[in-house]
């Protein structure tokens, strides 16, 4: 269907890190990578899909995020031990390295580099869902996720995805799609 669309703009889609991109594209999707680039990236990432995208172009950029300290405050979300476990748990085991970003992060990130914000889709809920019909979907399979890889790693996975659906449940983390056009 993407192939025979009718539209005149190219019809390739390049699965690559965003540092091999030196040809011009006419839009950029980014789908969970930003929250893994690391804080120190964040400008060289505008800088280049700002390089690479038209005077027209447009990037969506959908990525984990955590709330800001106003956001928590507002919340009334309490700090858990249970919470502060399980966090020590995704860092050390699942994303190392990882650093979720707030969403101003992204925002003042992207103005810097030229990018004007058009529209932030929150998809929480949603995404709770996703991660709750993997969880079931992994555990429809148990036997043969176990077979191929262990029993500690089907738990590690298990505790991850259904942990993680209580977090996006509960609001300490939500899933943000940003449009960003170049200003």
Known sequence: AFAASDNPRSKRVLLRGWEQFDEPVDRIVSIGAFEHFGRDRYDDFFKKAYQVLP???????????????EEFAASGLPLTMKLLKF????????FPGGDLPKPTDVEEHAANAGFELKRAQRLRPHYARTLEIWAAALEARKDEAIAIQSQEVYDRYM???????ELFRDGYTDVCQFTLTKS
């Open 159 to 165: 505790k991850y995805l259904t942990g993680c659906a």
């Open 55 to 69: 005077d027209d172009g447009v990037m969506m950029l959908h990525t984990i995020i955590k709330p800001t300290d």
């Open 87 to 94: 966090s020590k748990f995704i860092m050390d085991e699942i």
